[in-house]
């Protein structure tokens, strides 16, 4: 694996060096994990003339989700507790004789970039930009192989939920539970944090458990993640609970059910950003319920939840083989509930067997 993090590296570096810069300093805990196999509370990266380093406050490796830095990598600790890495590392660079050094300014504060230059006069600092951001679009196997892993965790832990009693119980206590279940089943932990929303709350994005009780004839909507080694996917479902299921509510999940199809069907190397997003609105526009879609119908995920790319109708770019995304429309209903589906997949050309469905819990309208 040391290959893999000193090609990451290596890419980066030619990125700066086309733009002029010798040095940088990585400070976004994700992008230090993407580089550095670990990000340790605190730590950044030095990519450094002479060599790279990862300065820590603390000794990493204390808590084990957080991995073990990458052998390739010196480790440079700080001697006294409470002092800034990224200060300590600025004056690395320059002991090092860089004379510019690249930083994440979209994830430094003023004061903290202040600090840089104080302890580095002579140091002009640039700005890295999107960089590493970039770099993260595409994922490898192993990557691919930790989210694959991790559906299975969250496919499993949903299931588990089903084949209990609902009726009474709040939405606070079984988004708890199912956060318990994806611990149990090896996860990290939940990638954000659970929604389960029942009766007149389903549909809705990003809703947060509240202590309504779920009802008979509720639809129940469930949005869960499991982070495994740092790596997290996503996925939604909508039940009716306890009876048959309304006639209204067969409608409206029908037809969110079509516009995810369309979405995951559109999604292949080369497809534009915008286009699986209007994949997905043209088939709730012509039910007349596109006004109900969120700003954006799906977004990478990867080592945070929501990356790039997203999947939205200003979105540029088009898609490239072995990025994972989700694809989660949902109609919102208020006064009513709604339907949310949401799946995270990678796109695959059409040789390999089209996109890759990672996270596979039946997606039919149950009773439960």
């Given at each position: 694996?040391?290959?893999?993090?000193?090609?990451?590296?290596?890419?980066?570096?030619?990125?700066?060096?086309?733009?002029?810069?010798?040095?940088?300093?990585?400070?976004?805990?994700?992008?230090?994990?993407?580089?550095?196999?670990?990000?340790?509370?605190?730590?950044?990266?030095?990519?450094?003339?002479?060599?790279?380093?990862?300065?820590?406050?603390?000794?990493?490796?204390?808590r084990p989700a957080?991995?073990?830095?990458?052998?390739?990598?010196?480790?440079?600790?700080?001697?006294?507790?409470?002092?800034?890495?990224?200060?300590?590392?600025?004056?690395?660079?320059?002991?090092?004789?860089?004379?510019?050094?690249?930083?994440?300014?979209?994830?430094?504060?003023?004061?903290?970039?202040?600090?840089?230059?104080?302890?580095?006069?002579?140091?002009?600092?640039?700005?890295?930009?999107?960089?590493?951001?970039?770099?993260?679009?595409?994922?490898?196997?192993?990557?691919?192989?930790?989210?694959?892993?991790?559906?299975?965790?969250?496919?499993?832990?949903?299931?588990?939920?089903?084949?209990?009693?609902?009726?009474?119980?709040?939405?606070?206590?079984?988004?708890?539970?199912?956060?318990?279940?994806?611990?149990?089943?090896?996860?990290?932990?939940?990638?954000?944090?659970?929604?389960?929303?029942?009766?007149?709350?389903?549909?809705?994005?990003?809703?947060?458990?509240?202590?309504?009780?779920?009802?008979?004839?509720?639809?129940?909507?469930?949005c869960l993640g499991?982070?495994?080694?740092?790596?997290?996917?996503?996925?939604?479902?909508?039940?009716?609970?306890?009876?048959?299921?309304?006639?209204?509510?067969?409608?409206?999940?029908?037809?969110?059910?079509?516009?995810?199809?369309?979405?995951?069907?559109?999604?292949?190397?080369?497809?534009?950003?915008?286009?699986?997003?209007?994949?997905?609105?043209?088939?709730l526009d012509c039910?007349?319920?596109?006004?109900?879609?969120?700003?954006?119908?799906?977004?990478?995920?990867?080592?945070?939840?929501?990356?790039?790319?997203?999947?939205?109708?200003?979105?540029?770019?088009?898609?490239?083989?072995?990025?994972?995304?989700?694809?989660?429309?949902?109609?919102?209903?208020?006064?009513?509930?709604?339907?949310?589906?949401?799946?995270?997949?990678?796109?695959?050309?059409?040789?390999?067997?089209?996109?890759?469905?990672?996270?596979?819990?039946?997606?039919?309208?149950?009773?439960?």
């Amino acid at each position: 694996m040391s290959e893999v993090y000193a090609n990451r590296r290596a890419r980066l570096r030619e990125r700066c060096n086309a733009a002029g810069t010798a040095a940088a300093l990585v400070s976004r805990p994700a992008n230090v994990r993407y580089l550095a196999a670990t990000a340790p509370q605190d730590a950044v990266l030095l990519l450094g003339r002479r060599e790279d380093l990862l300065v820590c406050a603390v000794p990493p490796g204390e808590r084990p989700a957080e991995g073990w830095p990458d052998e390739g990598l010196r480790l440079h600790v700080l001697p006294s507790p409470g002092g800034d890495a990224a200060v300590a590392a600025a004056g690395l660079a320059a002991a090092q004789g860089a004379e510019s050094l690249a930083v994440e300014e979209h994830h430094l504060t003023v004061t903290r970039h202040r600090a840089l230059s104080r302890v580095a006069p002579r140091l002009r600092l640039t700005g890295l930009g999107a960089a590493v951001e970039q770099l993260r679009v595409v994922k490898d196997e192993e990557e691919i192989s930790c989210l694959r892993i991790g559906a299975e965790i969250a496919d499993q832990a949903l299931g588990e939920l089903l084949e209990s009693i609902l009726v009474g119980r709040t939405e606070r206590h079984l988004a708890l539970e199912l956060e318990r279940r994806l611990v149990d089943h090896g996860a990290d932990g939940s990638a954000f944090p659970t929604s389960v929303a029942a009766g007149p709350h389903s549909g809705r994005r990003g809703h947060r458990p509240t202590d309504r009780r779920v009802e008979e004839g509720d639809f129940l909507s469930v949005c869960l993640g499991a982070a495994y080694r740092g790596y997290r996917c996503e996925i939604g479902r909508t039940f009716v609970i306890g009876t048959s299921p309304a006639d209204w509510q067969v409608e409206l999940y029908d037809l969110v059910f079509a516009a995810q199809r369309a979405g995951r069907e559109a999604l292949a190397p080369g497809a534009a950003h915008r286009d699986v997003d209007r994949a997905v609105r043209q088939v709730l526009d012509c039910a007349g319920r596109a006004e109900a879609l969120p700003p954006l119908t799906g977004h990478g995920v990867g080592l945070e939840i929501d990356e790039d790319p997203q999947l939205a109708p200003s979105a540029m770019g088009k898609l490239d083989a072995c990025v994972p995304v989700t694809v989660e429309p949902g109609v919102h209903l208020p006064g009513r509930g709604g339907v949310r589906i949401d799946d995270t997949l990678v796109v695959r050309p059409e040789a390999d067997g089209g996109p890759e469905l990672l996270t596979i819990t039946t997606k039919e309208l149950l009773a439960l």
